[in-house]
């Protein structure tokens, strides 16, 4: 594998599930990082981890909770989701924290419907 | 209130000719922009930025200009190709603080034509 890998893909869940959403990056890089994109609206950044520690929070509520078990894994946990949380959950990382002159690498995605 | 705003949501072009995408920001604290193109199914991947000291970037067949002035930056494609169609966000940034957010617009859809 190279690159960003998120699993799974696709995922349907109920409002009482819970479920766990993976990243993995191939690329050695010390900062991940876990976007929102809703329908018609921008990406959204929700946390951001540097070499495993957090280091933002965007005021996500605590139904969403990060792990970041080492510098090439990051996990995003989901328990009593609203059907409003149905997005696309993108995964990120690059070398270092430096705004945008750190290009920051995407994974593909896990596309989440919560009925 | 959203502070990279893409206004046009999709954007058809012929086949070798020239494909514009704009962006505008709000934010004068940034000094730092990227242009990122997604396909369907895909993560969005870098295209090419420009730092606020310059007011264009060139790489092969995709320039971005900016002019701060006007709060405005444009990528501009050219010649283009089918296989520039996809969604293509404008991001932007700004140094200290929390320098690493990067703030998306809501993308436009580029279709080429053959």
């Known amino acids: 594998e190279t690159g960003v890998t998120q699993t799974p893909r696709h995922l349907v869940m109920g409002m009482t599930n819970k479920k766990s959403l993976k990243c993995e990056q191939h690329l050695g890089h010390n900062a991940m990082y876990w976007y929102k994109q809703s329908a018609k609206k921008p990406l959204e950044l929700m946390f951001v981890y540097n070499f495993k520690e957090q280091t933002e929070n965007n005021s996500v509520p605590s139904r969403f909770s990060p792990e970041c078990p080492n510098s090439s894994h990051l996990f995003l946990h989901l328990h009593t989701l609203q059907p409003e949380d149905s997005a696309l959950y993108l995964c990120a990382s690059s070398q270092r924290l430096a705004g945008g002159k750190e290009t920051q690498y995407f994974g593909p995605g896990t596309r989440l419907l919560v009925l | 209130d959203q502070q990279v705003k893409q206004n046009s949501p999709s954007l058809s072009v012929q086949e070798g000719r020239i494909s514009i995408l704009n962006c505008d920001y709000t934010?004068?604290?940034?000094?730092?922009f990227l242009w990122y193109k997604k396909y369907p199914a895909e993560g969005p991947t870098f295209l090419i930025s420009?730092?606020?000291?310059?007011d264009k970037n060139e790489d092969g067949r995709f320039t971005v200009f900016l002019n701060k002035s006007a709060k405005h930056l444009s990528l501009h494609i050219v010649p283009s190709q089918p296989g520039d169609s996809a969604v293509y966000f404008c991001?932007?940034?700004?140094?200290?603080?929390?320098?690493?957010?990067?703030?998306f617009g809501k993308g436009t859809l580029l279709t080429v034509n053959p």
């Open positions: 991001a932007a940034s700004a140094s200290g603080g929390s320098n690493y957010k990067l703030t």
């Open positions: 934010n004068s604290m940034f000094d730092y």
């Open positions: 420009i730092s606020s000291i310059k």
